[in-house]
């Protein structure tokens, strides 16, 4: 098995970004008085719970965005300490659209605590036989707008180089923390490829040319990346070369939408994605590699269903996905690809 180590040195070339979004839920903790003061069991035994004091739904956009600056950092970092490492060449399109995102959450705010007296008692309004205990647990505007918060702090990292105390240096715990990049980034990209595999390829005979968008978001996210780990810019290649074999128009069907499927089962397995991109490394070539994914097509089962387009995936359907194929090694021994480094190996 290879392994995938990175190197201390990749500090150099990435940025640590550390993103604080604070959301206000409009729960209040419920008391004994809004019960009535009905005979409870003590704290220790059980809590009474939450009451909500406004309409969940006028906050829903403040999760959404949320959710838009984490899955925007997911698709070019890789998650590191608390935050996500991100390449140093990208941190200003990426600051941009943290900004954008900020904006938007900023002006949502404001018109949410503009409403929101009337929001609260509309929310009275509709549960009125329990209006009481909404209106003991209420709070004021300036109270929400502190607990609403989206910001974020970009920094350089470096390890201690020394310390009065040797045990500082040696225990420090960010050589470890670096060491494992590569192997985050990987498992990373296993998750993506197996959420495409369920939401894209999982059953079909045919498939949109929308079905490259998120591979090409992968291929972006390890192009960006590729000087965390030695294994990562061979797997660029052999995603960059899949898509490149793919007609510009119409439909793909046939051997080309299998070997997007062997190629997406490729990318859900890291241990045989690495093996298959030490094999780029050691010269055979993107090429090889995926004509090894179509050496056995008809491990590929096709389901009768018909055509379709990048929808939700039924439940029940079935999971049969390529065998990964051993690559086979040629009896010559091949140049060694040049290999951008940027000096880590």
Same mark, same amino acid.
């Given at each position: 098995?290879?392994?995938?180590?990175?190197?201390?040195?990749?500090?150099?070339?990435?940025?640590?970004?550390?993103?604080?979004?604070?959301?206000?839920?409009?729960?209040?903790?419920?008391?004994?008085?809004?019960?009535?003061?009905?005979?409870?069991?003590?704290?220790?035994?059980?809590?009474?719970?939450?009451?909500?004091?406004?309409?969940?739904?006028?906050?829903?956009?403040?999760?959404?965005?949320?959710?838009?600056?984490?899955?925007?950092?997911?698709?070019?970092?890789?998650?590191?300490?608390?935050?996500?490492?991100?390449?140093?060449?990208?941190?200003?399109?990426?600051?941009?659209?943290?900004?954008?995102?900020?904006?938007?959450?900023?002006?949502?705010?404001?018109?949410?605590?503009?409403?929101?007296?009337?929001?609260?008692?509309?929310?009275?309004?509709?549960?009125?036989?329990?209006?009481?205990?909404?209106?003991?647990?209420?709070?004021?505007?300036?109270?929400?707008?502190?607990?609403?918060?989206?910001?974020?702090?970009?920094?350089?990292?470096?390890?201690?180089?020394?310390?009065?105390?040797?045990?500082?240096?040696?225990?420090?715990?960010?050589?470890?923390?670096?060491?494992?990049?590569?192997?985050?980034?990987?498992?990373?990209?296993?998750?993506?490829?197996?959420?495409?595999?369920?939401?894209?390829?999982?059953?079909?005979?045919?498939?949109?040319?929308?079905?490259?968008?998120?591979?090409?978001?992968?291929?972006?996210?390890?192009?960006?990346?590729?000087?965390?780990?030695?294994?990562?810019?061979?797997?660029?290649?052999?995603?960059?070369?899949?898509?490149?074999?793919?007609?510009?128009?119409?439909?793909?069907?046939?051997?080309?939408?299998?070997?997007?499927?062997?190629?997406?089962?490729?990318?859900?397995?890291? &241990? @045989? $994605?690495? *093996?298959?991109?030490?094999?780029?490394? /050691?010269?055979?070539? +993107? !090429?090889?590699?995926? &004509? @090894? $994914?179509? *050496?056995?097509?008809?491990?590929?089962? /096709?389901?009768?269903? +018909? !055509?379709?387009?990048?929808?939700?995936?039924?439940?029940?359907?079935?999971?049969?996905?390529?065998?990964?194929?051993?690559?086979?090694?040629?009896?010559?021994?091949?140049?060694?690809?040049?290999?951008?480094?940027?000096?880590?190996?």
């Amino acid at each position: 098995m290879t392994h995938v180590l990175s190197d201390i040195r990749i500090l150099d070339n990435l940025l640590a970004l550390n993103l604080n979004v604070s959301l206000w839920s409009a729960r209040r903790k419920m008391s004994q008085e809004d019960l009535g003061g009905a005979e409870l069991p003590p704290e220790d035994l059980a809590s009474i719970g939450s009451k909500r004091i406004a309409d969940p739904e006028n906050l829903k956009v403040f999760g959404t965005l949320k959710a838009r600056a984490f899955n925007y950092l997911d698709r070019h970092g890789v998650r590191f300490m608390s935050g996500w490492a991100i390449p140093e060449e990208k941190a200003g399109e990426i600051v941009q659209e943290l900004c954008s995102i900020r904006n938007d959450f900023q002006k949502e705010k404001e018109a949410f605590l503009a409403g929101y007296d009337q929001n609260v008692q509309s929310w009275i309004e509709k549960h009125h036989q329990w209006g009481e205990i909404i209106r003991n647990s209420i709070v004021g505007p300036n109270y929400v707008r502190a607990r609403m918060d989206f910001r974020w702090q970009l920094y350089k990292v470096s390890p201690l180089a020394q310390h009065a105390d040797n045990t500082a240096v040696l225990e420090a715990g960010l050589a470890e923390e670096v060491q494992g990049l590569g192997g985050t980034l990987f498992g990373e990209v296993a998750k993506s490829a197996e959420d495409i595999w369920r939401r894209v390829y999982h059953g079909k005979t045919e498939v949109t040319h929308k079905a490259l968008s998120p591979l090409r978001t992968l291929h972006t996210k390890l192009t960006g990346l590729s000087f965390v780990e030695p294994h990562v810019a061979p797997v660029a290649d052999i995603v960059q070369a899949a898509l490149q074999r793919i007609p510009k128009k119409g439909n793909i069907t046939g051997t080309d939408l299998l070997l997007l499927q062997g190629l997406v089962c490729l990318l859900k397995d890291s &241990d @045989a $994605l690495v *093996a298959h991109a030490q094999k780029v490394i /050691e010269g055979y070539g +993107p !090429a090889f590699v995926l &004509d @090894a $994914l179509l *050496a056995d097509p008809g491990s590929i089962h /096709e389901s009768d269903d +018909p !055509a379709g387009e990048i929808e939700g995936i039924a439940d029940g359907e079935m999971d049969d996905e390529p065998v990964l194929p051993d690559i086979p090694v040629a009896d010559n021994t091949l140049p060694h690809p040049a290999i951008p480094s940027l000096g880590l190996w």
